[in-house]
């Protein structure tokens, strides 16, 4: 069901350009739980599926910008609901969320136009975060949630526990005077392995070469297996984000009865509008562990080098730029 015409015309400051409902539906939600999702992307980011899950943006200092985002109750009693935006980080492949109403410089700029709503049953409600880049706002890219929270009853005498649900909306924000740095990642080495229960698996190493935080998503296939056979394709499991710089791991569990191969692969993954695809050649080991890396095929792994000797290039050319541009600075 498309949403109204009226909710299509959103104006933004601070140069980001019209806002769009996004197409994304909201994402399907348990027997009576709450949820939440972003009604809006900036229309120059229509083509990033990452900006239509989660506020994902680059704005100079001193901008303001808003963004609708529904609350949703799926149970049959009214639900109230309270909002908040709390601090957030990446630490080891994984986007991390601090305890509680934990603040930092991004979650100060925000502000929702309620603290709370009560959703009825089975119904919705909208809410508008604004974002309030201040000028002296320290450059690069930092990361919050917006909250959307219900408790189940308050501790008392009788109980000294309170549950607690709360779903949410990630805040990828760059904050800079410049254009919005790029995005990029390299996949590397690719290795099978056998879990302790016999289950196939194999795990890629990832680098995040660019700027800008990644998430990764896509999928694997295996062919040409023994008698012909193929495999796949294997949905690359969600979880793994990556900031500028650091490398983690995309695990990917198989099916219970693949032979040891050898195999043909091909992956894929993609993170917002970068996607990068590798194939080669492996073979499972016979018992639990590590297997051999795989075999890449030669124009991959040409093309890695390249890749790298362009990192390399890029750097230096950086380096010269800035030091020319120095005494212009002062």
């Given at each position: 069901m498309s949403l109204p015409a009226a909710l299509l015309a959103f104006a933004v400051s601070g140069g980001l350009g019209a806002a769009v409902a996004a197409a994304d539906p909201p994402r399907p939600q348990a027997k009576g739980a709450i949820g939440i999702v972003l009604l809006e992307a900036p229309e120059n980011r229509m083509d990033d599926p990452r900006a239509r899950i989660f506020i994902v943006d680059h704005v100079n200092p001193g901008t303001t910008f808003s963004r609708r985002l529904q609350i949703t109750n799926s149970s049959p009693r009214r639900q109230h609901v309270?909002?908040?935006?709390?601090?957030?980080?990446?630490?080891?492949?994984r986007f991390t969320f601090a305890p509680g109403r934990t603040q930092n410089e991004l979650t100060s700029w925000i502000k929702l136009n309620r603290p709370a709503v009560d959703v009825p049953p089975h119904g919705s409600s909208q809410v508008t975060a604004?974002?309030?880049?201040?000028?002296?706002?320290?450059?690069?890219?930092?990361?919050?949630?917006?909250?959307?929270?219900?408790?189940?009853?308050?501790?008392?005498?009788?109980?000294?526990?309170?549950?607690?649900?709360?779903?949410?909306?990630?805040?990828?924000?760059?904050?800079?005077?410049?254009?919005?740095?790029?995005?990029q990642f390299r996949i590397g080495e690719v290795v099978p392995?056998?879990?302790?229960?016999?289950?196939?698996?194999?795990?890629?190493?990832?680098?995040?070469?660019?700027?800008?935080?990644?998430?990764?998503?896509?999928?694997l296939t295996?062919?040409?297996?023994?008698?012909?056979?193929?495999?796949g394709p294997y949905q690359v499991p969600p979880g793994t984000t990556l900031a500028p710089d650091q490398t983690g791991r995309v695990t990917i569990p198989l099916g219970d009865r693949l032979p040891d191969g050898p195999w043909k692969f091909q992956l894929t993954l993609r993170s917002g509008r970068i996607t990068h695809t590798v194939s080669g050649s492996l073979a499972f080991p016979a018992n639990r562990g590590r297997g051999r890396p795989a075999a890449l095929d030669?124009?991959?792994?040409?093309?890695?080098?390249?890749?790298?000797?362009?990192?390399?290039?890029?750097?230096?050319t950086l380096f010269v730029v800035a030091r020319r541009q120095r005494p212009a600075a002062r």
């Open positions: 309270k909002l908040y935006a709390a601090a957030a980080d990446i630490r080891q492949g604004t974002v309030r880049v201040p000028e002296p706002a320290t450059k690069g890219e930092q990361y919050g949630v917006i909250w959307a929270q219900v408790s189940t009853g308050r501790p008392n005498a009788r109980r000294n526990i309170a549950l607690v649900n709360r779903v949410g909306i990630r805040v990828y924000l760059d904050v800079g005077p410049e254009g919005e740095p790029p995005s392995h056998r879990l302790d229960d016999g289950r196939p698996s194999i795990a890629a190493t990832v680098r995040n070469t660019g700027e800008r935080a990644i998430d990764l998503s896509g999928q295996l062919s040409d297996g023994p008698s012909g056979i193929r495999a030669s124009s991959m792994t040409t093309l890695l080098a390249l890749t790298a000797l362009m990192a390399l290039a890029g750097a230096g």
